[in-house]
């Protein structure tokens, strides 16, 4: 009985540590020479934690959990905060939210920006903010291995969202995309389509950029709806609406609604908007014929075109050989066939 209490509790504490790890593991405890400060490491869900005053976005992005460190070498340090979602679209979106227009493009994860000592990427489901206390020439290089050591998501996880990829890049002001799943991240990120025209309780997702024009900035919002009665019905209701911000100029390609409005031509914007054009990705899943196993039919049809083959075959084999002994005896009579020889009998007299 000893024995199976202790191999139960370790098998209970076993799948603890594996649970504690999984839900936790996500900073590595060293990388490049920068070690994890002691005591330094903190975890938690509440996305409050992280950063309190855009708490209620990081929920519609999905958010799933925090880890803040401090890691040091050589006598600096790295602050890190690492914000996990339920998927790499979540990620994706916390990431185009905090970008700012300033900030550099950096090849760190699948997408990084800095801003002097701040650096921002993400990789995978993991949202990742660095806090640097002095820039070196290795500071790109040592973050890339920081990347590398995150966990990646496996499956559906991984995926991230088709709808930026609709976004034009004529004209783009950098940094400047956004990718948006509820409506406080609407309003906190200044898209001219207030939230209850856009109706997140239809589903929709959002991609939002600005663009550089001849008269200044415009910006173009797409709108996707899971069918396009709903973009249409939609659209609709953003044509009769009235809205501050100059002329709106509309398009529906497939369930996606484009909105353009700012300092921008009336050409411009047409030209823009038709930039934007929805390619459907059909797959065909239904069988295009019947399953020969499940036709009868076709499978009498079958038998009665191979028996007409064969006696097609065996008439043309017959009169070709009747028609070569015929030929034959009349140019060569009893020379090849039908000679004396050919019909001799061998008799026996038993008697």
Do not use: C
């Not at 990742?128 to 590398?148: K, N, Q």
């Not at 398009?251 to 996606?256: A, N, Q, S």
């Amino acid at each position: 009985m000893k024995k199976r209490i202790a191999g139960f509790l370790f098998v209970v504490a076993s799948t603890s540590l594996a649970l504690a790890k999984d839900a936790t593991g996500v900073l590595p405890p060293s990388f490049s020479g920068w070690e994890l400060a002691a005591q330094s490491l903190r975890t938690g869900s509440d996305p409050s934690m992280t950063d309190a005053a855009d708490a209620v976005v990081l929920k519609e992005y999905g958010f799933a959990g925090f880890e803040i460190a401090t890691y040091t070498r050589s006598g600096r340090k790295m602050d890190i905060k690492a914000a996990r979602f339920n998927d790499a679209t979540g990620a994706y979106g916390a990431f185009t939210y905090y970008i700012q227009p300033q900030m550099q493009t950096e090849k760190i994860g699948d997408q990084g920006a800095s801003n002097n000592q701040r650096i921002l990427f993400y990789r995978g489901n993991i949202l990742v903010d660095v806090t640097l206390e002095r820039v070196t020439a290795m500071s790109g290089a040592d973050l890339r291995v920081l990347a590398d050591a995150l966990p990646r998501p496996k499956g559906n996880v991984s995926t991230l969202p088709v709808l930026p990829t609709n976004l034009p890049r004529q004209s783009y002001l950098p940094h400047s995309a956004r990718y948006i799943v509820g409506p406080q991240a609407l309003g906190r990120l200044g898209v001219p389509l207030p939230a209850t025209l856009v109706d997140f309780s239809k589903g929709p997702e959002v991609a939002f950029a600005r663009y550089r024009s001849s008269l200044g900035e415009a910006s173009l919002t797409l709108i996707s709806y899971p069918t396009p009665q709903i973009a249409t019905e939609r659209m609709r209701a953003m044509e009769s609406a009235s809205l501050p911000g100059g002329t709106f100029y509309y398009k529906r390609t497939g369930p996606i609604v484009a909105a353009v409005n700012g300092d921008i031509p009336a050409s411009e914007a047409q030209s823009l908007l038709a930039s934007v054009n929805y390619d459907a990705d059909v797959t065909l899943t239904q069988a295009t014929k019947l399953n020969p196993k499940n036709n009868p039919g076709g499978f009498i049809i079958a038998v009665f075109i191979l028996v007409g083959i064969m006696v097609m075959v065996a008439l043309i084999m017959g009169f070709a050989f009747g028609g070569v002994r015929m030929v034959a005896n009349k140019l060569y009579p009893n020379r090849f066939f039908n000679r004396p020889a050919d019909v001799d009998i061998i008799r026996l007299d038993l008697k």
